[in-house]
C-alpha cells in the first residue's frame, strides 16, 4: 500500500469521526463526544505527545510530520522528549502530555497509583531490558547479585524486569541496593563502578554493550512488557477527533517502519547519538513492531502475570486489588481498531 493511499484511508477515517461526533453520539460507557473549537475543524487547538528513543515508531511519526500534516495549521504540536516510562507518566499526570509512550507494567502501575490514563495503542513488542554488568565483572547469574548494588529506574520495565529476575532467582528487591536513577544514569553508574549491576534499557543498553563491553547476563523476553501509548482519560473523553489522528499516524509509521528498518534504525541513531549497528541490532533484533497496534487480550495477559510481584514491592497503595481494578479499565481499543480497518 502507497503513502499515498495510506493517507487517503486515514483522512476518511477521521472523518468519519468527526462526522459521528458531530452528528451527536449517544454518550455511553467508553463513549467519546467532541466539539470544534471556533474557528477550527478540530476541538482543540493544541495537542502535546511525547517522543522516546524507546519508542521507534515516535520517532518516524515525529520526522515525517504525520500528524502535523493531517491537522494542519489550525491545531499547534508540541513534542516533548520522555527519558523513561516515569518521565512520561509524571508528563501525563501533571497534564504537560496529552499522549506518551511507557512499558505496559509503567502503565499499570501509574493507573493503579491514581493516574487517570489508558492505553490507545501498542507500539512495539520489544526486548528492551535485561540485567547488565561491566565488562570485567565476575557475575554471571542473578543469583549472585545478593548484596551488591544495581542500578535501576523505578516505575519502568527495567525495574520490573529486575523485581522478576530476583524473584526466578529467590532472591527478593531487599537482598539488593536498589540504586534509582534515570536509565542513562545507570550506565554511567555501572560504568564508573558505583554500582556491580544494571537494569538495563536499550538502546542505552545496546550502546554499553558496544562501546563498554558490558555483559547481558540475564535476558527473558518475557519480562519485558508491551509498549504502550498511553492517553489521559480527558484527552479521551474530549478530543476522540485527535486522537483518532494520532492513532492513526502510528500505524501508518508502523508499517513504514516495516518496510523501512534501515531508515528507522537511522533515526534511532540520530535521536539516541548511538552508532548506527547499535541502533539496528536495536530495531531488527530487539523490537518487533510487526505486532497488532490494538490493545487487548496479550496485553491484559502480560500484566495480570507482573501484577502480583508489583503488589509485593509495595509500591503501590492500594495493593493488588488497585492493580486488578487498573488492568479491567486501562484499555481504550476503539482508535486503534478504526486505524487498523
Known amino acids: 500500500m502507497s503513502t499515498f493511499t495510506r493517507r487517503i484511508i486515514r483522512a476518511t477515517v477521521v472523518a468519519g469521526v468527526m462526522a459521528l461526533t458531530m452528528a451527536g453520539c449517544v454518550q455511553g460507557e467508553g463513549s467519546t463526544t467532541t466539539e470544534p473549537v471556533e474557528g477550527s475543524e478540530w476541538s ?6 511525547d517522543w522516546a528513543t524507546y519508542n521507534p515508531l515516535s520517532l518516524v ?12 495549521e489550525s491545531v499547534e504540536v508540541e513534542w516533548i522528549q520522555s527519558a523513561g516510562s516515569n518521565k512520561a507518566n509524571e508528563l501525563l499526570r501533571s497534564g504537560s502530555i496529552d499522549v506518551g509512550s511507557t512499558a505496559g507494567s509503567a502503565a499499570l502501575f501509574a493507573r493503579a497509583n491514581g493516574s487517570p490514563i489508558q492505553v490507545i495503542d501498542i507500539y512495539s513488542q520489544p526486548e528492551w531490558s535485561a540485567i547488565v554488568v561491566g565488562a570485567d565483572s565476575e557475575i554471571t547469574d542473578v543469583a549472585q547479585l545478593a548484596g551488591t548494588s544495581v542500578a535501576a529506574t523505578k516505575g519502568t520495565d527495567p525495574y520490573f524486569f529486575l523485581l522478576q529476575s530476583l524473584q526466578e532467582a529467590g532472591l527478593s528487591v531487599d537482598d539488593v541496593e536498589v540504586q534509582n536513577v534515570q536509565h542513562a544514569d545507570g550506565r554511567s553508574l555501572l560504568d564508573g563502578g558505583s554500582v556491580q549491576a544494571w537494569a538495563g534499557l536499550d538502546p542505552i543498553m545496546a550502546a554499553a554493550e558496544v562501546e563498554s563491553g558490558a555483559k547481558l547476563i540475564y535476558r527473558n523476553v518475557d519480562f519485558n512488557t508491551y509498549g504502550f501509548l498511553n492517553a489521559t482519560e480527558e484527552f479521551i473523553t474530549d478530543h476522540a477527533d485527535i486522537a483518532q489522528v494520532v492513532v492513526d499516524a502510528y500505524e501508518e509509521a508502523r508499517i513504514w517502519a516495516l518496510e523501512n528498518p534501515e531508515e528507522t534504525a537511522q533515526l534511532l541513531a540520530d535521536a539516541a547519538s548511538i552508532d548506527i549497528e547499535v541502533a539496528k541490532t536495536v530495531i531488527t533484533e530487539r523490537s518487533n513492531l510487526d505486532v497488532s497496534g490494538v490493545p487487548g487480550d496479550a496485553q491484559i495477559k502480560v500484566l495480570k502475570t507482573i501484577a502480583p510481584i508489583i503488589a509485593e514491592s509495595g509500591d503501590v497503595q492500594g495493593g493488588q486489588e488497585a492493580l486488578d481494578e487498573a488492568i479491567d479499565t486501562i484499555v481504550f481499543d476503539q482508535f486503534a481498531l478504526k486505524a487498523t480497518e
Open 44 to 49: 482543540s487547538n493544541t495537542l502535546s505527545i
Open 61 to 72: 511519526v515525529k520526522d515525517q510530520g504525520l500528524i502535523e500534516e493531517a491537522l494542519g
